[in-house]
C-alpha cells in the first residue's frame, strides 16, 4: 500500500504531466511572466465555469481578502462580522486594514457561522460579514443576505476551501460559492480544491464597477500604467499560475467526486462508530470535501490522532486555538469560555486524510485502524 498522505500533489500532476509540463513551457518561452494572456483566459474560464460575472486573479487568498475590503471602502474602525472557527487569515486583513474583526459562535453541526447569532453583532459601525464555507460546505448564505441587505451591509465570502460548492436557495436557485456576496475571495494555495505551484487567489463579483475598482487595487490603483487612481497593492497571479491554473480547472469536477468517493466510504464505515461523529452534510449545499472532519466524542482527541500516527496514518486539526484565545487577536471582550462551541471544537475535530490520489487499500486500512482504536464506553 502506498504511504497515506494530506494530500498527495505528486502524483496529481504525474496524471497531467504532459498537460502541464507544456503549458509551463509555453510561459518561459514567451517570458510573459506577469499579466501573459494566460491570466485572462483563466479569469475568463473560471468566470463560465462559476457563472460568475467577472473574476479577477491576485496573488493569494489573503490578499483577496484584504483587497475585497479596501474596493468596498472600509474605514479604520469599521467592523467585520467572521466566525470564530477558521484559518486566520480572515481575520488577519481585518485587522492589518485598521477594522475590528466581531467574532461570531458557529453552528456545532455544519461548522459554520450560526446565522442566529448575527444579528445581534450588528453595530452602525458594521461593514461587513465574512461568512467562511468551512471544509468545503456553504455557509447558510439565504439568511445572511437577507440580514445583510436589511441594515446595508456588505458580504464578502471566503470561499479558498470550497471553491466549486453550490448552494439552493429556498426558492431552487441555485449558485456556486463565492457568487452570492458583494465579492467573493479565493485561493489556489496548492494544496486547496484547485490548487497551483506555489500561491494563487482570486476576487469575484457580479458589479462590473466593483469589478474595475478591484482589478486597479491588485495592479497598484492603476488602469493606465503608471497613472494612479487610487491606493493599491501589488498582488498579480504569475503566468505560470494561470497556465497551470487553466489545465486543472478542467479537472477540477473530477477532483471533487474523487473527494466525495473518499468522503462516502468514510461515511458509510465510521458512521456506526459511537466515539467519531461524521461531518454533517446540510441539505442546502454540496460539499466539495477540502476536509473531511470528524468530531471525537468522549475520547481523547489528541491520544487519538498520536494512535493514528503511530499507525502511519497522518492527520490535521483545523484549528487547535480558536481566534479569540490566540495572541495576537485576543481581547478582554473575549475571555475563555466566550464561544463554546468553537472552544470545544478546537478539542474534538481531526480531519483525516482526504484528497484526489486515495485508493480502496488506503482507505480500507485507514477506516479498519479507527474501528480497532481501543477506547472506553
Ligand atoms: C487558505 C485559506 C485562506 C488564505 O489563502 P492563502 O492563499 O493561503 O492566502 C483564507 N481563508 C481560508 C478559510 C483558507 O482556508
Given amino acids: ?181 458583494t465579492i467573493g475571495c479565493t485561493s489556489f494555495f496548492p494544496s486547496k480544491n484547485l490548487g497551483c505551484f506555489g500561491d494563487g487567489g482570486a476576487i469575484f463579483t457580479q458589479h462590473s464597477e466593483l469589478a474595475e475598482k478591484i482589478k486597479m487595487i491588485a495592479n497598484h490603483g492603476q488602469k493606465v500604467k503608471y497613472h494612479h487612481d487610487i491606493i493599491g497593492v501589488n498582488s498579480r497571479l504569475d503566468t505560470v499560475q494561470a497556465a497551470i491554473l487553466n489545465v486543472k480547472l478542467k479537472y477540477l469536477d473530477d477532483y471533487e467526486k474523487r473527494r466525495n468517493w473518499v468522503a462516502e466510504f468514510y461515511d458509510r464505515e465510521l458512521s456506526p462508530l459511537n466515539f467519531v461523529e461524521v461531518p454533517y452534510r446540510v441539505v442546502n449545499s454540496t460539499h466539495v470535501f477540502h476536509q473531511y472532519t470528524l468530531q471525537t466524542k468522549g475520547i481523547d482527541r489528541d491520544h487519538f490522532k498520536t494512535y493514528l500516527e503511530s499507525k502511519g496514518i497522518p492527520t490535521m486539526i483545523y484549528y487547535p486555538v480558536p481566534l479569540h484565545l490566540q495572541k495576537a487577536y485576543a481581547s478582554p471582550e473575549y475571555p475563555a469560555g466566550s464561544f463554546r462551541i468553537t472552544e470545544k471544537l478546537s478539542r474534538s475535530v481531526i480531519s483525516l486524510p482526504i484528497h484526489t490520489e486515495m485508493n480502496q487499500d488506503q482507505l480500507f486500512y485507514i477506516c479498519s485502524t479507527i474501528k480497532a482504536y481501543p477506547h472506553h464506553g
Fill in 1 to 181: 500500500m502506498e504511504k497515506i498522505k494530506m494530500a498527495d500533489l505528486h502524483t496529481q500532476y504525474l496524471r497531467i504531466k504532459q498537460e502541464i509540463d507544456h503549458a509551463i513551457q509555453q510561459v518561459i518561452d514567451s517570458t510573459a511572466f506577469i499579466q501573459g494572456p494566460q491570466v485572462n483566459q483563466f479569469a475568463e474560464s473560471l468566470a463560465a465555469y462559476l457563472n460568475s460575472k467577472s473574476v479577477i486573479p491576485c496573488a493569494n487568498g489573503t490578499d483577496a481578502l484584504q483587497i475585497a475590503m479596501m474596493a468596498l471602502g472600509c474605514k479604520p474602525g469599521d467592523e467585520v462580522i467572521i466566525p470564530v472557527h477558521t484559518y486566520v487569515a480572515t481575520a488577519e486583513v481585518i485587522a492589518l486594514l485598521g477594522l475590528k474583526p466581531v467574532f461570531t459562535e458557529v453552528d456545532g453541526k455544519s461548522f459554520n457561522i450560526d446565522t442566529n447569532q448575527i444579528e445581534e453583532k450588528i453595530t452602525d459601525r458594521t461593514f461587513a460579514i465574512v461568512p467562511v464555507h468551512l471544509y468545503g460546505q456553504c455557509a447558510d448564505m439565504e439568511p445572511i443576505l437577507s440580514i445583510a441587505k436589511k441594515h446595508q451591509i456588505h458580504v464578502i465570502e471566503d470561499v479558498a476551501q470550497a471553491l466549486g460548492a453550490v448552494y439552493t436557495f429556498s426558492d431552487g436557485r441555485k449558485l456556486r460559492a463565492g457568487t452570492m456576496g
